[in-house]
């Protein structure tokens, strides 16, 4: 709800701070505000200022508004999530005389949330035979493509179209029907037995070393800093278990004789995607035993087709009414697909993606610039684990560093501590979910360590220090790096190490030489944000 200002009279004050970017209306504005409706030119200016109102804007309509007002008040309100008042100003639109809003009220319709869909599939139903005008008949197929159900596909079956625009209209309002109604709850087959296949497995930058000592028993093969490729046979659920990798694929060559462009060159290149190669490759033997359903499932399958260059509108409507034709199996959905079918400049790839990422699904709560799941695994994996390991995290945000090591193995302890009662609340519900043994303390790093020398000497530091805009400053990044080494230094028990992310690894390897550290191997890593390096540092 924004922030009331001074309640503004009349309608050449509000014309003055509508040209200003920071002005927030009150709602003592809003009945002249919607006098302005009939001014072409604010009348951007005026559907933001509108916007700021959120979504009780709908409560705190007037009874009368002109025919302009309510046309601006229904784009308005469609952009916002639906409300009870705002789906009844939609639905007393299409009753109304006023015809100017009638068919931004039934564009809006197509656009309720969930829960109104079965109500305004109703309300469009019953106006649909008393729509005259060309437009508002189009309005209300699209809008029925996107919230109606079996009532509005007999509708959309049985009507006709009169010119082609009209016919393009139909035939996209019932592949988007279609896919609505035989939509089920999203879901990836993780017990699905795979014959044995080519996955190529994705890393961020740097990581590639780790991932093929993960996948060391599949004898794999790096392909660069972020791939690496291995050939086996194995349940879905089971090719997940590498926790470096950001996710994996399957390599689909183009088929022989697939069509392409005229005038694509024989270069692997990627250019000229069709509708037939797409086809071709969803009817290879690689895709077919990744997605069709087994023998008698009524199972539909759902992938999204992305192809190399743009988005290319018009392939993608033609590709989901051909599918739907063609594989009656699989659907060509972008909103709830388990899989990706991408064009690759060598043919295509599958990619699973599963809603929720069965390695993480521990991590019920994340807090802002936390590690990535598979930074932690990797900060984990670096680390190694004993049963005599005295684990530490000073920085431990949502606890996944500690969460990712308890997954290699056991330790005498495990402990995080956080000066964020935030993090220390997502890093509880995160280690209660993942069912592992981790303490954690609120305490600030930079007043020492939370418990007494003689009571807790860790053998390991593992962590991913702050760093970045959002958090610190970069002086403030290097100074708590310098205090966390001194700190290590004090307290690790002869031999102990600090693994972590370091984001200025020239300056934290002398300071740690300096402090009488060891060096070892560095793993230099694209973190996203920035370049950094996973460095083990070894206490003498």
Request: proline share 7%.
């Amino acid at each position: 709800m924004p922030t009331p200002s001074a309640s503004l009279r009349t309608k050449q004050d509000l014309e003055r701070a509508l040209a200003k970017p920071g002005f927030t209306p009150s709602f003592r504005d809003l009945p002249a505000l919607l006098e302005l409706a009939d001014q072409e030119e604010i009348e951007d200016a005026l559907e933001k200022a509108l916007l700021s109102f959120g979504p009780t804007l709908g409560e705190k309509l007037p009874s009368e508004l002109s025919a302009k007002a309510a046309r601006l008040l229904c784009r308005v309100l469609g952009r916002l999530p639906t409300t009870r008042a705002s789906f009844e100003f939609f639905t007393r639109r299409l009753e109304g005389t006023e015809a100017d809003a009638r068919r931004p009220a039934i564009v809006a319709l197509g656009k309720v949330t969930k829960e109104f869909s079965e109500e305004a599939e109703t309300a469009l139903l019953a106006a649909f035979d008393q729509l005259t005008r060309d437009f508002e008949v189009r309005a209300a197929i699209e809008a029925l493509g996107k919230v109606g159900g079996a009532r509005a596909r007999g509708l959309l079956e049985a009507h006709r179209s009169s010119t082609p625009d009209d016919a393009r209209v139909l035939e996209r309002a019932r592949v988007m029907l279609a896919r609505s109604i035989d939509r089920e709850e999203r879901h990836l087959d993780l017990d699905r037995a795979l014959p044995e296949l080519v996955v190529e497995y994705h890393c961020r930058r740097g990581l590639a070393p780790l991932l093929v000592s993960e996948l060391a028993k599949f004898s794999p093969a790096a392909v660069d800093t972020t791939r690496v490729i291995v050939k086996r046979a194995a349940r879905l659920g089971d090719l997940f278990e590498p926790r470096t990798a950001l996710r994996f694929s399957f390599p689909i060559d183009l088929p022989a004789g697939a069509s392409r462009r005229v005038g694509a060159s024989d270069e692997p290149r990627g250019d000229g995607v069709t509708k037939d190669r797409v086809l071709a490759a969803l009817a290879s033997p690689i895709a077919r035993a990744l997605l069709e359903p087994p023998s008698g499932s009524s199972t539909v399958t759902r992938f999204r087709f992305r192809p190399l260059e743009g988005n290319q509108r018009a392939l993608q409507w033609d590709l989901a009414k051909t599918i739907s034709e063609k594989f009656s199996w699989l659907r060509n959905d972008p909103r709830d697909a388990e899989w990706e079918l991408a064009e690759t400049k060598r043919g295509f790839s599958l990619t699973p993606r599963p809603k929720i990422d069965p390695r993480f699904a521990y991590r019920l709560r994340d807090v802002p610039a936390a590690s990535h799941p598979t930074i932690a695994a990797a900060l984990a994996r670096v680390a190694g684990t004993t049963p005599e390991d005295v684990v530490w995290d000073p920085f431990a945000g949502s606890a996944l560093e500690l969460i990712e090591h308890a997954k290699l193995g056991p330790a005498k302890r495990r402990v995080g501590s956080d000066i964020d009662r935030d993090a220390l609340d997502a890093a509880r519900a995160n280690i209660a979910c993942a069912a592992v043994d981790v303490e954690m303390l609120e305490h600030d790093v930079r007043k020492g360590a939370p418990f007494p020398k003689d009571a807790f000497r860790p053998t390991l530091i593992v962590t991913n220090p702050p760093f970045g805009h959002r958090v610190l400053t970069r002086d403030a990044v290097r100074d708590l790096l310098e205090e966390t080494l001194v700190l290590a230094r004090d307290l690790l028990a002869p031999g102990g190490r600090v693994v972590w992310l370091s984001p200025a690894p020239e300056a934290t390897r002398a300071h740690a030489r300096e402090l009488g550290f060891r060096i070892g191997v560095g793993y230099p890593l694209d973190a996203g944000a920035l370049e950094g390096e996973i460095q083990v540092l070894t206490r003498s």
